[in-house]
T-cell receptor, first 113, second 115 residues
Framework: GQQLNQSPQSMFIQEGEDVSMNCTSS?????WLWYKQDPGEGPVLLIA?????ELTSNGRLTAQFGITRKDSFLNISASIPSDVGIYFC?????????????FGTGTRLKVLA | KAGVTQTPRYLIKTRGQQVTLSCSPI?????VSWYQQTPGQGLQFLFE???????NKGNFPGRFSGRQFSNSRSEMNVSTLELGDSALYLC??????????????FGPGTRLLVL
């Protein structure tokens, strides 16, 4: 199936460091969503982006909808141990009889205390 | 407002059996999407239901089917289970409004193990 290119695949960082991850695609998207998933649980929505160029924050998290509408970025500032998990991006394709989301391959984040 | 609920949370079946999973969306949400998540393939879209009709479908065999009831609750069924069907099955709900911009909220998932 279709997937977005998400990078990095995994990262180890020290507590207190900032983290950046991104998703890119050759397709244009109408909406970008960022999720965090803990082991054995469903993804939890972190940030939703609806407009090209939009920059939105949720606490220590900041995400941006790329101007070209083909990419999105998520930054986590001052990471803490509970930030550990897998982060997914999801893009919603423009309506063409379909409203489905395409998901990134995930970034596995590990924070070292 | 209660979130998306899925039952059962865990399930063990044997090859050849069939299984039915249930999803109750957030109150007021009319769209329910189903996904299969495996370590190798990531999150793969199965299908989406809106107002009791299948609106979108992913690239899965016909053994995977679903339905939606008038109260927006949805079920998915997998017949003739194969070992490769072992996965976390996730349900996501959204308003399903015609404005196209949608935010999906996921349930905790049903972990299916096929032996």
């Amino acid at each position: 199936g279709q997937q977005l290119n998400q990078s990095p695949q995994s990262m180890f960082i020290q507590e207190g460091e900032d983290v950046s991850m991104n998703c890119t695609s050759s397709s244009i998207f109408n909406t970008w969503l960022w999720y965090k998933q803990d082991p054995g649980e469903g993804p939890v929505l972190l940030i939703a982006l609806y407009k090209a160029g939009e920059l939105t924050s949720n606490g220590r998290l900041t995400a941006q909808f790329g101007i070209t509408r083909k990419d999105s970025f998520l930054n986590i500032s001052a990471s803490i141990p509970s930030d550990v998990g897998i982060y997914f991006c999801a893009g919603q394709l423009p309506p063409s009889g379909t409203y489905k989301y395409i998901f990134g391959t995930g970034t596995r984040l590990k924070v070292l205390a | 407002k209660a979130g998306v609920t899925q039952t059962p949370r865990y399930l063990i079946k044997t090859r050849g059996q069939q299984v039915t999973l249930s999803c109750s969306p957030i109150s007021g949400h009319r769209s329910v999407s189903w996904y299969q998540q495996t370590p190798g393939q990531g999150l793969q879209f199965l299908f989406e239901y809106f107002s009791e009709t299948q609106r979108n479908k992913g690239n899965f065999p016909g053994r995977f089917s679903g339905r939606q009831f008038s109260n927006s609750r949805s079920e998915m069924n997998v017949s003739t289970l194969e070992l490769g069907d072992s996965a976390l099955y996730l349900c996501a709900s959204s308003l399903g409004a015609s404005g196209h911009i949608e935010t999906q909220y996921f349930g905790p998932g049903t972990r299916l193990l096929v032996l």
